[in-house]
């Protein structure tokens, strides 16, 4: 698996990051089998810098493929594409030690420093990148690519056809979309039901997108778990 992250690439007014991810993974897509894009939610604190709900995005792609190359790609994408005001970072690692896992879950709980990341990134020979401005998104690009690695964080923004669903599904449907399993927050595994399907968003868990969905009067609806 090859684990590229991505963070503080917008502004107040752009699209998001998750948005770009996106496009970039769509373009990856053409020539490498993309298995999804993941939302990894960060520190919320005054003392970080964020536009919004400082989340980072993660692109997974189970290939082997050239890291300078494949950073080279993404780079010049998001360069295409980058916005005023952003401090755009950019990871890519195909091997994720527990140290990098490790600080992504601090990024969730500290403020963390550019100078760490750098660190920790040339120590482990990962790729990171600062595109522009004070470069600060170095530091949630290397915490997704942990987050991701660990399997067990954030929640799939883009799987399979997922976000072509629309109405009122059933957990088959789901898993023909790309879903590897649905469950109640318990943790129960459900093959019957109706599923309302709008802003599903499967959460990583076990290294799979796992969606869990909660009783609402008729139906079961999404849950958006981090």
């Not at 792609?61 to 980058?82: G, K, T």
């Not at 009122?168 to 023909?176: I, W």
Request: net charge negative.
């Amino acid at each position: 698996m090859i684990y590229i992250g991505l963070d503080d690439t917008d502004n107040a007014e752009s699209r998001g990051t998750g948005n770009l991810a996106r496009q970039i993974a769509a373009d990856l897509n053409q020539d490498y089998p993309v298995v999804g894009v993941v939302r990894h939610q960060l520190l919320l604190d005054p003392r970080v810098p964020y536009t919004k709900n400082n989340s980072s995005a993660a692109i997974l792609l189970d290939a082997a493929a050239d890291l300078d190359y494949l950073a080279e790609r993404v780079r010049l994408h998001i360069l295409a594409d980058l916005q005023p005001g952003s401090d755009p970072g950019l990871c890519l690692a195909a091997q994720v030690p527990q140290v990098i896992i490790a600080f992504g879950r601090r990024a969730q709980r500290e403020v963390l420093s550019q100078e760490e990341a750098r660190r920790l990134a040339q120590a482990h020979a990962i790729k990171l990148l600062g595109l522009g401005g004070d470069e600060q998104g170095v530091v949630g690009a290397l915490a997704a690519v942990g987050l991701a690695a660990s399997g067990e964080d954030g929640r799939y923004i883009a799987i399979g056809n997922v976000r072509e669903l629309n109405g009122y599904c059933s957990p088959a449907d789901l898993l023909t979309a790309g879903v590897a399993a649905v469950k109640t927050q318990e943790g129960t595994p459900l093959d019957t039901g109706r599923i309302l399907v709008e802003k599903l968003r499967p959460a990583r868990r076990g290294g799979t997108p796992v969606a869990y969905v909660g009783w609402s009067v008729d139906h079961w609806e999404p849950l958006k778990l981090d």
